[in-house]
Nanobody, 123 residues
Framework: QLRLVESGGGLVHPGESLRLSCAASGFTLDYYAINWFRQAPGKEREVISCISSGGSFTKYSDSVKGRFTISRDNAKNVVYLQMNSLNPADTAVYYC????????????????WGQGTQVTVSS
C-alpha cells in the first residue's frame, strides 16, 4: 500500500528553521515527482515546491523561493524540505504528495498524499 508520512513540524519563532521529511513506504520514490503543499485553516491549499523524480529539477512558489530548499535521497526513500527564515505567514499544515511522473510541469493527479505535519511560527 502506498504511504507517505511527513515529520519534522513544530513550533518555532520567526527567523528560525525547520527541516521536514516525507518518507515513503510500500513503494519506491525513484520514479515519482514530489510536491510539498501547505494549507492554513480556512485557506486554499497552496503548492510551494516540487522536485523531479531524479532530483535534477526543482520549483518553488514565490512565497518560499530563496528560503526553502527541496531535496531528495532516493536511496533512503525520503524527500526533505529545509525551511529557513520562517515567518508567521508560513504557519500551516504541510503535506507531501507523489505523482508517478518524472517532472514538475505536467498536470496530473496525485497518487498518494501524506497526513500532514503542523508548522507554527509565532513570536
Amino acid at each position: 500500500q502506498l504511504r507517505l508520512v511527513e515529520s519534522g513540524g513544530g513550533l518555532v519563532h520567526p527567523g528560525e528553521s525547520l527541516r521536514l521529511s516525507c518518507a515513503a513506504s510500500g513503494f519506491t520514490l525513484d520514479y515519482y515527482a514530489i510536491n510539498w503543499f501547505r494549507q492554513a485553516p480556512g485557506k486554499e491549499r497552496e503548492v510551494i515546491s516540487c522536485i523531479s523524480s531524479g532530483g535534477s529539477f526543482t520549483k518553488y512558489s514565490d512565497s518560499v523561493k530563496g528560503r526553502f530548499t527541496i531535496s531528495r535521497d532516493n536511496a533512503k526513500n525520503v524527500v526533505y524540505l529545509q525551511m529557513n527564515s520562517l515567518n508567521p505567514a508560513d504557519t500551516a499544515v504541510y503535506y507531501c504528495a507523489a505523482r508517478s511522473i518524472p517532472g514538475c510541469d505536467t498536470e496530473s493527479r496525485y497518487d498518494v498524499w501524506g497526513q500532514g505535519t503542523q508548522v507554527t511560527v509565532s513570536s
